[in-house]
């Protein structure tokens, strides 16, 4: 087992709240924020409880001219907000100059917890190739930290909104991709629950990511916001059956996240298989996986996005140690629009850990060659832990491998299964079984 450190460079700017592609963004770009005020053979996925409310703090009928969330812009303002039949619709006004633009509106609480639902709708702006409106919901817990999620597409991202020597700080998890979010123009069900230790998101349903929250006790308000960096383009927002309702402190405690899936049917896990040019199959032994590209790479992500994760799965494949061997398979975590980390077993007998990144690709933090491993057909037991700044890798149960990293900030995304083709394609290259992802607190 080894220990190593890899070194951290100091970041002064912050992950862009946005799905535009790295070489669109401009390099000085940041997320456009408001001033602070001071069964086993199946796949189970248990979601967190939601209790019984305590008490409604906004229904939808509460959408009128005299709403605090109604209020109008000024004649001046770059951003037109109405209220119309129980909806709320925000567009870009025709005054829009190149400046980035923000718009807020909030209610004051005093809760233990609460649970945010409504229906949101996104229109892109005709001259744009994307839908680059963002939009979202924003919280401030009784210390007086405000929090956000921010939506644009099919991406979401956590955020801390904060103040540092004077100036406006935002503190960006990594942007993670939803596949039960709708695209643009067809309306979404969203729904926030959160309670002093996290934040639950779902997406028509679906647990799509958790946040992480610490040292408060409640909160004292709950507002929307919309925003437009200078370089971007808003179209329209409509905000539509938004009830906001009181969660108790006697509410059930939310419960890890926990995956299983042995991978001899489809259990619906992946929701996007991300194979394409390989044949893929679920059989009584596995998920089998036979690339058809020479070296291509292929991966197929599962469950919601998570901060401190465990994820483990069987994987088995011709090994020959002590070659030259570019196929491997293997496990990810926190994989995000910003990158990844990856623990794969070569066709040589060596593991390798890479951190993928936006500004490095494939960069290795670790590799060895694993002894036990012999010539011939086998299969073997992977597990990386990615928990804060420590990656940890087990192989059958010895671990192998433990590192920090500080680099480029990969701390937040979704688990799945990752690998890379050979030279050449055959049938049956890797089955992976007994697919786990087990959220850590």
């Known amino acids: ?141 009784v210390d007086e ?19 540092e020597n004077g100036k406006e700080k935002t503190i960006t998890l990594n942007q993670s991709y939803a596949p039960a979010m709708l695209s643009a123009g067809r309306p979404n069900n969203m ?22 929250l610490t040292d408060t006790t409640g909160f004292t308000a709950i507002g929307y916001f919309a925003a437009s960096p200078w370089y971007e383009r808003f179209g329209t927002v409509t905000i539509s059956k938004l009830t906001i309702e009181e969660l108790s402190a006697t509410r059930p405690e939310t419960q890890p996240y926990i995956l299983v899936d042995d991978l001899t049917a489809d259990y619906g896990s992946f929701a996007q298989m991300g194979l394409s ?44 140690p002590g ?10 975590c926190r994989a995000s629009n910003e990158g990844m980390v990856t623990a794969v077993l070569r066709a040589n007998a060596t593991y390798t850990i890479y951190r993928d990144s936006v500004r490095r690709a494939f960069a290795m933090l670790a590799t060895e060659p694993v002894e036990s491993i012999q010539e011939g057909r086998s299969a073997h037991r992977m597990q990386l832990d990615c928990i804060g700044d420590l990656i940890s890798l087990y192989i059958d149960g010895e ?25 050449a394609a055959y049938s049956d290259a890797i089955v992976f079984s007994d697919f786990e992802i087990s959220e850590i607190r």
């Open 1 to 141: 087992m080894k220990f190593k450190t890899i070194p951290a460079i100091i970041l002064f700017s912050l992950f862009l709240g946005a799905c535009s592609s790295p070489a669109d963004t401009p390099a000085d770009a940041q997320p456009v924020v408001p001033t602070i005020a001071s069964t086993p053979s199946a796949a189970t996925t248990p979601e967190s409880p939601t209790a019984a409310p305590y008490a409604q703090l906004f229904k939808p009928e509460g959408l009128n001219e005299a709403s605090p969330f109604c209020v109008p812009e000024g004649a001046e303002s770059q951003f037109v907000v109405s209220c119309a039949e129980n909806e709320i619709t925000i567009e870009e006004s025709d005054l829009r100059r190149g400046t980035d633009i923000i718009l807020t509106r909030e209610i004051p609480v005093d809760v233990f917890g609460f649970s945010l639902e409504t229906e949101v709708t996104s229109l892109p702006s005709v001259p744009a190739r994307l839908d680059q409106n963002q939009a979202g919901f924003y919280f401030q817990t």
């Open 145 to 163: 930290r405000q929090f956000a999620l921010r939506l644009q597409g099919q991406y979401f991202n956590f955020e801390e909104w904060t103040v």
């Open 191 to 212: 729904r926030l629950v959160c309670v002093p230790d996290n934040c639950d998101l779902f997406a028509n349903e679906t647990l799509a990511g958790r946040f992480p």
């Open 277 to 320: 040019g390989a044949f893929s199959d679920f059989e009584a032994d596995g998920f089998h996986f036979s690339p058809v590209i020479p070296y291509g790479y292929y991966s197929a992500k599962a469950g919601p996005a998570l901060h401190d994760v465990s994820v483990s799965a069987t994987v088995e494949m011709d090994f020959t």
């Open 323 to 332: 070659v030259p061997a570019t196929q491997y398979g293997g496990v990810m």
């Open 399 to 423: 671990q192998v491998e433990s590192l920090t990293d500080t680099r480029y900030g990969i701390q937040y995304g979704r688990s799945g299964l990752y690998t890379k083709a050979g030279g």
